[in-house]
């Protein structure tokens, strides 16, 4: 029997008992409806976490470190070059190295510690990065209020806009994110900021030395990579402006809340963790650093620039790696809600087969008389099956069309429930066409699978039977 | 003009070709310890273009063996040869195809699907042999309108008197021009007069268009009237096979021009 004419009689045939199909279908949507909702819930979150990523201005940049550190980012990278104790260390010849790559904006060392800031006396312990000045074109210092550091070794300080609310005692209100930078930065721009910090100090040089003195010979490198003291330093840094830049987004490997010039940042040869590290190594003449940030001109050259440095023989890290961990993670919490979304479709499965066979016992002499005037098995098997696939694809729409609206009733709910909590809305829910064409299909799918049984059972009844009883 | 007017194979269909040929057919069940001899060694022959009867009491195997010979079921020995083919040897969808381009059948409840109406029930054999949808439509209409049943073809059978289904189910059994009309007691749902008529319809077919007609009866008056030979069964054998000269003289007259008899 042709496809045109199959789809005919399923159809006749399914609005015969139209009650009974009608309320397996019902059940179909159901279960088709669970799926895409647990599904979309599952893309949506997926999506709210690449936003997120996206907001963090990290996708033109690669964090670089060297194979030593054991400290990598990149847990599952393949380890191609040499093994991690006979890997490259990360210093000044390799930044320039690096820096010399096709594609690579500049590469600078990333420079951050955790230390105390006194401002009006009171202390504040927090973390400290340096910036180039490069950053200044970065999307995240487009809304600084005040203005960027004028020089690379002026004593100034970008606050980033918690920190900001911290100084000025105001605590900020979990989910109240509208404090506007432009409120906060007036009373403090100008103001000074008392900066304490640890000097790592090469053990025969001077103790004279000050913190801005920037003539350290590469003598006295060479013998802090041996051996140092350690002298606690104060500086004094102008607040110069306050970031408006999100404190949860990733701005490198970890989190700063007050940022310094790069070139002043260098000079203060600032204890930082990995320096204890650096004592077993051998002594080099030349500064060695923990990673490297390397901007690259374009997001879309930053898995070559990244490929061409592992080559090198460095750990590197970027959003791509991130988002694809990321990407990872919702695979298989997409797997998880799926299998939990499938349970009612696979009732709904059950459904399909009882309802098929309570036809077949109800059909069973119109199946008879239909093998009597010709129809082969594979007639009777592919009219069941028609019927089957038939409820499964309405089943299907129906349940796209719920598992939306039951998508979009939560979202609203829940939205509604984030702004009396103050959170700003977010978009939780998303049904893409491609999970629209997948539920549909595999709606289509199962039901011919649940199909299988009853098809068979029909296809097989024995005629002279079927027809013997009035 | 009419469809039916031309079987798929001549006409004229020799009468000494051999239509139906079963060899020694036996047809056993086992009811739970029980074994129920339903067709026990019946030999018999029907040539083409032969209106034959097939009698006995209720029970006797003839209703088995049409059904064997409908292909709807198959023997647990002996061979039934339809057309030089055995249908023993032929697989399921074999058989399924020579139910649908070989055989047409119809029985005492007339069998029509009830859901469809009676151009869709005459409609649905050409579906399964998969006919130009273009075509199906007036080849149902002349197959109803040749029964008599053009004003009546988007009813339901449920709205028709039993004569008017019987007719339709006539008209399906013949929509894929089949050599061969099996009749399962055609006319025992039926009063005296619409049996006459669908019998006088039935010797029509098998006049005018040569088809072979076995049909099973427990009716002798039936079967005197209109079939050219009879065959007695009885605990599923044969115990009679003559020729019913009436029927012979009357159907010679259109079947046979040269008055040939056997």
Redesign the interface.
């Known amino acids: 029997?042709?496809l045109?004419?199959l789809t005919e009689?399923a159809l006749?045939?399914l609005r015969?008992s139209l009650l009974r199909n009608s309320l397996t279908t019902i059940g179909i949507s159901v279960g088709v409806a669970s799926l895409v909702a647990m599904l979309s819930l599952g893309i949506g979150l997926q999506q709210l976490a690449s936003r997120r990523l996206m907001k963090s201005g990290l996708f033109d940049t690669v964090v670089v470190t060297s194979r030593r550190d054991l400290r990598n980012f990149g847990r599952d990278e393949e380890r191609s070059g040499p093994a991690p104790a006979e890997s490259r260390i990360l210093d000044e010849p390799t930044r320039l190295e690096i820096e010399r790559l096709p594609n690579v904006l500049e590469a600078y060392p990333d420079i951050r510690f955790i230390t105390e800031l006194r401002y009006e006396d009171k202390p504040h312990l927090t973390m400290v990065a340096a910036l180039p000045s490069s950053a200044q074109s970065n999307d995240a210092f487009e809304t600084v209020q005040g203005h960027f550091f004028s020089s690379d070794m002026a004593p100034e300080a970008i606050l980033q806009k918690a920190f900001a609310e911290e100084l000025l005692g105001k605590t900020p209100r979990p989910g109240l994110d509208e404090t506007n930078v432009a409120e906060l930065a007036p009373p403090l721009l100008g103001k000074e900021l008392t900066m304490r910090y640890a000097q790592r100090e090469a053990q025969q040089t001077a103790p004279s030395k000050t913190a801005n003195d920037n003539s350290t010979s590469p003598a006295d490198q060479s013998l802090a990579g041996a051996a140092y003291s350690v002298v606690s330093r104060e500086l004094k840094l102008k607040i110069v402006g306050v970031a408006d830049l999100d404190p949860e987004s990733m701005r490198g490997p970890t989190r700063a809340r007050v940022f310094l010039p790069l070139g002043l940042a260098e000079t203060l040869h600032v204890m930082q963790p990995t320096d204890l590290r650096e004592l077993s190594r051998a002594a080099s003449d030349q500064p060695v650093y923990s990673s490297v940030s390397v901007r690259v001109k374009n997001p879309s050259q930053v898995l070559t620039v990244e490929n061409a440095i592992k080559k090198m023989g460095f750990n590197t890290f970027s959003i791509l790696d991130a988002s694809r961990s990321i990407q990872q993670f919702f695979k298989v919490l997409d797997v998880f809600l799926g299998i939990f979304g499938s349970l009612a479709l696979a009732v709904a499965c059950i459904g399909i087969v009882n309802t098929l066979v309570m036809a077949i016992l109800e059909r069973r002499?119109?199946i008879?008389?239909?093998?009597?005037?010709?129809?082969?098995?594979?007639?009777v098997k592919k009219l069941f099956f028609a019927e089957a696939g038939a409820m499964g694809i309405l089943g299907g729409i129906v349940g796209v069309a719920l598992g939306w609206a039951i998508g979009q009733v939560i979202n609203l709910g829940t939205n509604v429930y984030l702004k009396r909590q103050s959170f700003p809305p977010e978009h939780f829910w998303a049904v893409p066409w491609w999970l629209v064409g997948f539920a549909i299909l595999f709606s289509f799918g199962v039901s011919l699978i649940s199909g299988l049984y009853p098809a068979g059972r029909a296809a097989r009844l024995d005629?002279?039977q079927a027809?013997r009883y009035? | 003009m009419n469809s039916l007017d031309r079987p798929s194979q001549s006409s004229a269909p020799a009468i000494h070709t051999t239509a139906i040929q079963a060899e020694q057919v036996c047809r056993h069940y086992s009811m739970g310890e029980t074994l129920i001899r339903a067709v026990d060694g019946v030999t018999l022959t029907v040539r083409a273009g032969e209106f034959v009867a097939l009698l006995g009491s209720s029970g006797s195997g003839k209703s088995s063996v049409l059904?064997l010979i409908?292909g709807?079921?198959r023997p647990t020995s002996g061979s039934v040869i339809v057309q030089e083919r055995d249908l023993a040897q032929l697989s399921?969808?074999e058989l399924?195809?020579y139910?649908?381009?070989t055989?047409g059948?119809v029985?005492q409840?007339f069998?029509?699907?009830?859901?469809?109406t009676l151009a869709e029930n005459v409609e649905?054999?050409m579906?399964?042999?998969?006919v130009d949808?273009g075509k199906r439509d007036s080849l149902a209409r002349e197959a109803l309108m040749r029964v008599g049943l053009q004003a009546r073809m988007n009813h339901r059978p449920s709205e028709l008197s039993g004569g008017e289904q019987q007719r339709a189910a006539l008209a399906?059994?013949l929509i894929?021009r089949p050599q061969l009309l099996l009749a399962d007691e055609p006319t025992g749902n039926l009063d005296s007069h619409t049996g006459t008529e669908i019998m006088n319809m039935v010797r029509e077919f098998n006049q005018q268009l040569g088809m072979t007609v076995v049909m099973v009866t427990h009716e002798r008056a039936l079967a005197e009237r209109y079939a050219q030979r009879l065959i007695f069964l009885a605990d599923g054998k044969l115990v009679g096979d003559e020729p019913n000269l009436p029927a012979v003289n009357v159907g010679s007259h259109h079947a046979r021009p040269d008055g040939e008899r056997p």
Do not use: C, Q, T, Y
């Open positions: 029997m042709k045109p004419d009689l006749r045939n015969e002499r119109e008879g008389i239909m093998k009597a005037i010709g129809a082969s098995d594979g007639d005629p002279v027809l009035e | 059904n409908a709807l079921d399921r969808e399924a195809r139910r649908l381009h055989v059948m029985f409840s069998n029509l699907i009830a859901s469809m649905l054999p579906r399964f042999a998969e949808r399906r059994a894929n």
